[in-house]
């Protein structure tokens, strides 16, 4: 198992093809299981045994619930860790011997946390898959997921769709953009001024053949898109101003008026949770589909946890 073991940290890292394959998988085991309740485990417990341990820095509703039912339907079970209730967050044990113990009790560790820093660290000393459930600057697994949902609803490779981001370029975007250039599919952004994605993320967009285009008008970046995908403005790693913030962002607001730029058939998706940058009548109309994108994540984070078992058929 050890020599098969994979990490999921970064998109980046991930070969195109085994990312292809998790979304097939998650296909096939959605389709496979519609007549099952939440906690009834798939054909053939293919975890069965294995202990996901998680452990959340942050909040978190939807990560938290998925990975939960993920594992229970793939026959294994879950523990939940509370970082202040662990030596580790008080100073007073170290990154490497908690690593230890987590790989002798555990089968694998999704973390979310607020250092990209501790995710590499816990990594060198693990001998155990690490899933990243979010860090400041990404959340790959909220991406894979949403490629899932285009795919599912819009029933096209997302290679052959127009895809928008209008919002802050932030962790979900920064996954967003791996994505578009490990998928080959085309990514408008619409940030205002001074808001676009960093000089390491340019220049990662830069040096991949990439279908990526950067504006500061969110009519233009809605033009002609088949999905709209936002976030909140403020992200919970945000440290700065943010009446000001907000403020920035006012014209990037999702409304009726945005949405008649983009086509007739154009979704719309949002990881949540929302603040204010969608209008209440564009979240709740049927153009989206942010509850789907949500269950989704639950058939995703399987696939992705088979991926880390060496396990993915
Ligand atoms: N979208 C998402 O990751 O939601 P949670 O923060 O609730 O896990
Ligand atoms: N960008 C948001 C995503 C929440 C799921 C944040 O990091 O707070």
Same mark, same amino acid.
């Given at each position: 198992m050890k020599n098969k073991m994979k990490h999921f &940290? $970064?998109? /980046?890292? &991930?070969p195109s093809k085994d990312l292809r394959k998790i979304i097939t998988d998650a296909k096939k085991r959605k389709n496979a299981r519609k007549k099952l309740n939440n906690l009834e485990v798939d054909n053939g417990e293919p975890l069965k045994g294995k202990l996901l341990v998680q452990m959340f820095e942050k909040s978190s509703l939807r990560t938290r619930l998925s990975f939960y039912l993920a594992i229970k339907q793939l026959g294994g079970s879950t523990l939940t860790l509370r *970082?202040?209730?662990?030596?580790l967050s008080k100073g007073g044990e170290s990154i490497e011997d908690t690593a230890k113990i987590l790989s002798n009790f555990g089968n694998a560790f999704m973390l979310r946390t607020s250092s990209d820093e501790k995710l590499k660290e816990f990594r060198k000393y693990l001998s155990i898959p690490i899933i990243n459930g979010l860090s400041p600057s990404s959340h790959p697994t909220q991406i894979l997921s949403d490629v899932f949902t285009i795919e599912e609803i819009k029933k096209k490779p997302i290679s052959k769709l127009n895809i928008t981001w209008i919002g802050d370029s932030n962790n979900v975007l920064n996954s967003l953009i791996v994505a578009s250039i490990k998928f080959s599919f085309k990514l408008n952004i619409g940030c *205002? /001024? $001074?808001?676009? *994605?960093?000089q390491k993320i340019i220049n990662y967009i830069k040096s991949n053949k990439n279908k990526i285009f950067i504006y500061n008008d969110p009519k233009k970046a809605a033009t002609g898109a088949d999905v709209i995908l936002s976030d909140k403005v403020i992200s919970m790693n945000d440290k700065g101003d943010k009446i000001k913030k907000l403020n920035h962002f006012k014209k990037f607001r999702i409304d009726k008026k945005l949405m $008649?730029?983009?086509?007739?058939?154009c979704i719309f998706l949002h990881c949540? *949770?929302?603040?204010?940058?969608?209008?209440e009548n564009i979240f709740s109309n049927n153009q989206s589909k942010v509850w789907l994108q949500a269950l989704n994540r639950v058939h995703v984070q399987k696939s992705i946890l088979l991926y880390c078992f060496g396990r993915l058929r």
């Open positions: &940290i $970064n998109l /980046k890292d &991930i *970082p202040d209730e662990l030596h *205002p /001024k $001074n808001y676009e *994605p960093n $008649n730029f983009a086509k007739k058939d949540l *949770p929302r603040g204010t940058e969608v209008d």
